[in-house]
């Protein structure tokens, strides 16, 4: 069955530090990954995604991610975490169904702490 | 500048009432969305169209309907409203060329006493 994990329910980090929030996927064929992050009442944003090309990908507010094709990984990075980059964030995966289908699955999602 | 927006924000409504939900973009995409989210679940596919008149069940569709008689409209209808569709409802939209690249309306919460 093709899904999405993120294991962590929560990470806390120190404002400053790297953060790391992680994901893995199983998927049949080359993956398609993204990362959306959800602010408090808001609706989802996207942040970057993975489609082929260089292992690690670059997006807004300063994050980027790492595919690592033999660890089926996704990890969702930051150099040096802010207060403001707490919020709730969703690894996905597209499917491979058949016929025309064009869908994602998500990840539960992994709500990051940033403490000043 | 385009959007996509969503109404109402909140509702309350009572158990077998039918209600509909509105969903409303500006940035002419052919794709769009119907999603609900619930502790413990993440997001849910309820309906997606790919474009006019087009409509499709996603994973969680019982209960749920869906038309799609121009670009910019999607609204979803819950039947007859039961307390399992107490949750948030997130409206997407999506571009041809980049299909999972997907805006977000602000959700709509719903709660069915």
């Known amino acids: 069955a093709q899904s999405v994990a993120q294991p962590e329910d929560q990470v806390n980090v120190a404002e400053g530090n790297p953060l790391t929030v992680k994901c893995t996927y199983s998927?049949?064929?080359?993956?398609?990954l993204f990362w959306y992050v959800q602010y408090p009442n808001r609706g989802l944003q996207f942040l970057l995604k993975?489609?082929?090309?260089d292992n690690l990908v670059k997006g807004s507010y300063g994050f980027e991610a790492e595919f690592n094709k033999s660890q089926t990984s996704f990890h969702l990075k930051k150099p040096s975490a802010l207060v403001s980059d707490s919020a709730l964030y969703f690894c996905?995966?597209?499917?491979?169904?058949?016929?025309?289908?064009?869908?994602?699955?998500w990840g539960l999602g992994t709500s990051l702490a940033v403490n000043p | 500048d385009a959007e996509i927006t969503q109404s109402p924000r909140h509702k309350i409504t009572e158990t077998g009432r039918q209600v509909t939900l509105a969903c409303h973009q500006t940035?002419?995409?052919?794709?769009m969305f119907w999603y609900r989210q619930d502790l413990g679940h993440g997001l849910r596919l309820i309906h997606y169209?790919?474009?006019?008149?087009?409509?499709n069940k996603g994973e969680v569709s019982d209960g749920y309907s869906v038309s799609r008689s121009n670009t910019e409209d999607l609204p979803l209808t819950l039947e007859s409203a039961a307390s399992s569709q107490t949750s948030v409802y997130f409206c997407?939209?999506?571009?041809?060329?980049?299909?999972?690249?997907?805006?977000f309306g602000p959700g709509t919460r719903l709660t069915v006493t």
């Open positions: 169209s790919y474009g006019v008149q087009d409509t």
């Open positions: 940035w002419n995409h052919n794709n």
């Open positions: 998927v049949s064929g080359n993956p398609y």
């Open positions: 996905a995966v597209r499917t491979f169904n058949a016929g025309n289908n064009r869908k994602l699955i």
């Open positions: 993975y489609i082929t090309g």
């Open positions: 997407a939209s999506s571009p041809d060329n980049d299909i999972y690249e997907q805006y």
